[in-house]
């Protein structure tokens, strides 16, 4: 145990018991404990494996290369279509974590092995996403915005593309455009300040 870890688990309010559950049950697992992004992380030889993370509904164990583990007992869960490489089980009671004891070491010492064999997730690349035809439509228009836009880091590419493409509506997605065309002029990502 990573003493500058226990803080999460002190801080739990609803979820205290299942984060307990499953910290003792990865760390039996033999990996390190480290804090990142907020949220413990346990990693094999410096590469990550799992993270434990809680929301309101559920806490979860979260597979950074879950899409690459056998799902044969259907616990994976993607948390969104956009999510490509991680995979969580969710969790809303102790007694389930105590239960699937084995299975979930099983995903666990699963996921180590992915690690050592190298194996990598192949992440769709930003170009394999569609641009919305609003956004395609002032890209078309405005040469200045189409340049700033190309010049974005792919990630940042990705990310206003996915935000102008989630609304169902044109009208809103025109209007998340018009809102971030400023920002991405100024070569700025979508949440960069």
Same mark, same amino acid.
């Given at each position: ?6 803080f999460y688990?002190n801080?739990a309010q609803k979820?205290?018991?299942e984060?307990e ?6 760390l039996d697992?033999?990996l390190?404990?480290e804090?990142?992004?907020?949220c413990?992380?346990?990693?094999f030889q410096?590469s990550?494996i799992?993270?434990?993370?809680e929301f ?8 950074f290369k879950?899409a ?11 948390q969104s279509?956009?999510?490509?490489a991680?995979r ?5 009671h102790?007694?389930?974590i +105590?239960?699937?004891k084995d299975i979930? %070491?099983?995903y ?5 092995? !992915?690690e =050592?064999d190298? &194996? ?6 930003t170009e394999?996403?569609?641009i919305?035809e609003e956004?395609?439509?002032?890209l078309d228009?405005i040469?200045?915005?189409k340049?700033a836009f190309?010049?974005l880091t792919?990630g940042r590419?990705?990310?206003? +593309?996915?935000h102008?493409?989630?609304? %169902? ?7 998340? !455009?018009? =809102?971030?065309? &400023?920002q991405i002029?100024?070569?700025?990502g979508?949440n960069?300040?």
């Amino acid at each position: 145990m990573n003493p500058k870890v226990d803080f999460y688990f002190n801080k739990a309010q609803k979820w205290q018991e299942e984060l307990e559950q499953l910290r003792l049950l990865v760390l039996d697992c033999g990996l390190t404990e480290e804090l990142k992004w907020g949220c413990p992380c346990y990693t094999f030889q410096q590469s990550n494996i799992v993270l434990i993370h809680e929301f309101k509904e559920y806490c979860a164990l979260l597979f950074f290369k879950g899409a690459l583990l056998n799902n044969a007992d259907g616990l994976l869960i993607r948390q969104s279509e956009n999510v490509q490489a991680a995979r969580q089980i969710r969790f809303t009671h102790a007694l389930e974590i +105590i239960e699937q004891k084995d299975i979930l %070491k099983a995903y666990i010492y699963e996921a180590i092995e !992915v690690e =050592k064999d190298g &194996l990598k997730v192949e992440l769709k690349k930003t170009e394999e996403f569609p641009i919305p035809e609003e956004f395609q439509s002032k890209l078309d228009k405005i040469p200045a915005l189409k340049a700033a836009f190309e010049a974005l880091t792919p990630g940042r590419q990705r990310a206003y +593309i996915l935000h102008f493409s989630q609304p %169902k509506q044109s009208k809103t997605r025109e209007a998340r !455009v018009e =809102k971030y065309m &400023l920002q991405i002029l100024n070569g700025k990502g979508l949440n960069d300040v």
